[in-house]
C-alpha cells in the first residue's frame, strides 16, 4: 500500500472542514501526495486541488486509477450517504481502495434520523422520546404533537443541508410547520418528519474514529450554530467553536463512553454494518446525563477546525489503521491546551448572500498566533482570493485558556477583510 515516496491520498469536500484535516494531513510523514477533489484556496497550498464532482463516482474512480491512489477521506456526507465507500470496495471500481467513512447502511445514521432513533431505541441509547409521520398520516401527527410539551422540535428525515429542524414555542406554528414540510418544504428530505420531545440542556459534540472493532475518542468540542449573537436568529452551519468543553470532565465523557459509544458500536457490529471513519455524536447534558440528539457520519463544521489543532497523533496514522483495523493499537495523544475558531461569513448568511468578494488581510501580522482554514474560497481570475460561499474562513487559535485562544481568533477576524464580512463576536460566551 506504501512506497519510499509515501501514501497518495485523496480527500473529498471543499470547506473548512476539509482545509484543516489537510492541514493536519500534511504534517505527516507518512504522505506523499496529498490530492483534494474538489478543494478551496486554502487547501491548494497543502496539496493539489482537482476539479471532480463530489458525486461523480465514476469520474473519481479514473482519477484514483490514473494517480493510484491508496487511501480516500471524505469530508462531506452527502457523497458518503450516496454510497462512495460502496463503489471503492465494489467491482464497478475500476481500483478497489479504503474509503475513510462508512458505506452506505453506517451512513444511514445521518442520512436518515428514523433510522437513526430507532436505531438507538433498539440499543437503548439515551435519545429524546420521538414518533415519525409521513404526510398520509398528518391527522395522528397533529395529535402526536398535542401531547407534547413546547418547544416542539420537528426534523426532516433525510439530509437537508443543516436546515431540516423547526424547534417552535406554539402547538399552532408546530402543526404549520408539520404541514409544510411534509408538503415538500424539504424535498424528498422532508417526505417523513420526526417529531420528538425538546431536551432542556447545554449540547456539545464528541467524535469517535473507528475501524469497526477498535475506536479512537477525539477531542470534544461545542459549535454555535445560531448567526446571531446570544444563540439568536437563523440556524446556520456553523458560525465558531471550542474545545474543550467545560462540563465535558472525566465523569461525564465516562458516560458518554458507557452508555452511547460503545453501544454504538456494538449496535453496528450487531446489525453486521460494517463502519469504518468518523462517526459525530451530536449530544446535550441533561442534568449531568448525556442524551444524542443526533448522529453524523462525518467530523463537524466548524468542529474539525478545532479539533485538528488539538490532535498530537499522526492522521494519515490514524487513517491507515482504520483501513486496517488496527486502530485499537493507538492511544489519544490531545494537546491540553484550549482550542477556539471564529467564523466569518458572507453578509446574509444563511439567506442570499453575494460571491466573488476580495478577500484582503491573509498575511497581516495579527494572524501569526492563529490558524487562517478556508471554508467558501476559491481564486479568481486575476490570482486573487475571493468569497465563493456563505462561511469564507474559519479562524482558530491554540492558547492556554479559552480565553485567550478567543482573543488570538478575534484579533486575526478583525486582519481579514472582504465586503460585508460577518462574525459573530461572543464565540464561547455561555462557557
Known amino acids: ?190 417526505r417523513t418528519v420526526v417529531i420528538e420531545e425538546y431536551l432542556d440542556g447545554i449540547e456539545c459534540s464528541v467524535f469517535v474514529l473507528t475501524d469497526g472493532d477498535g475506536y479512537f475518542i477525539l477531542p470534544e468540542a461545542k459549535d454555535y450554530k445560531r448567526v446571531g449573537e446570544g444563540n439568536t436568529g437563523l440556524n446556520t452551519g456553523g458560525m465558531g467553536a471550542v474545545s474543550p468543553v467545560s462540563f465535558a470532565n472525566e465523569e461525564f465523557m465516562r458516560k458518554v463512553d458507557e452508555k452511547i459509544i460503545r453501544p454504538t458500536l456494538k449496535g453496528l457490529s450487531a446489525e453486521s454494518i460494517d463502519y469504518r471513519g468518523f462517526i459525530f455524536f451530536g449530544l446535550i447534558n441533561v442534568q449531568g446525563e448525556p442524551m444524542v440528539i443526533e448522529y453524523n457520519c462525518r467530523m463537524g463544521d466548524p468542529e474539525t477546525e478545532v479539533v485538528m489543532p488539538r490532535l498530537m497523533n499522526d492522521l494519515v496514522e490514524l487513517f491507515e489503521a482504520t483501513a486496517h483495523r488496527r486502530l485499537q493499537d493507538y492511544t489519544p495523544k490531545i494537546d491540553p491546551r484550549a482550542a477556539t475558531t471564529v467564523m466569518l461569513t458572507s453578509g446574509g448568511y444563511p439567506e442570499a448572500y453575494e460571491k466573488g468578494k476580495t478577500i484582503s488581510g491573509l498575511d497581516d501580522p495579527r494572524l501569526d498566533s492563529a490558524i487562517v482554514f478556508h471554508a467558501g474560497t476559491s481564486v479568481g481570475s486575476d490570482g486573487a482570493i475571493v468569497t465563493s460561499g456563505g462561511r469564507v474562513i474559519a479562524v482558530s487559535a491554540l492558547a492556554d485558556t479559552v480565553q485567550e485562544a478567543l482573543r488570538r481568533s478575534y484579533r486575526g477576524a478583525e486582519a481579514i477583510t472582504f465586503e460585508k464580512k460577518y462574525y459573530r463576536r461572543d464565540i464561547g460566551f455561555d462557557l
Open 1 to 190: 500500500m506504501t512506497d519510499k515516496k509515501g501514501l497518495h491520498l485523496l480527500l473529498i469536500g471543499s470547506g473548512g472542514r476539509e482545509h484543516a484535516l489537510a492541514w493536519k494531513m500534511a504534517q505527516s510523514p507518512r504522505l506523499g501526495k496529498l490530492f483534494i477533489a474538489p478543494g478551496n484556496a486554502g487547501t491548494a497550498h497543502l496539496g493539489t486541488n482537482v476539479n471532480l464532482p463530489t458525486g461523480d463516482f465514476e469520474a473519481l474512480g479514473r482519477f484514483v486509477e490514473a494517480e493510484r491512489i491508496d487511501l480516500i477521506v471524505v469530508g462531506p456526507e452527502d457523497p458518503l450517504v450516496a454510497g462512495i465507500a460502496d463503489y471503492f470496495d465494489s467491482d464497478r471500481a475500476p481500483r478497489r481502495v479504503p474509503v475513510i467513512g462508512p458505506k452506505c447502511a453506517g451512513a444511514q445514521l445521518e442520512g436518515s434520523k428514523d433510522f437513526a432513533k430507532a436505531f438507538m431505541r433498539r440499543h437503548n441509547i439515551p435519545t429524546a422520546h420521538y414518533r415519525s409521520f409521513t404526510a398520509d398520516e398528518l391527522d395522528v401527527a397533529e395529535l402526536y404533537l398535542a401531547t407534547l410539551r413546547p418547544p416542539y422540535v420537528l426534523k426532516a428525515d433525510g439530509l437537508a443541508a443543516g436546515k431540516g429542524v423547526l424547534i417552535v414555542e406554539s402547538l399552532h406554528d408546530a402543526r404549520e410547520g408539520l404541514r409544510r414540510m411534509l408538503h415538500g418544504q424539504f424535498g424528498a428530505a422532508s
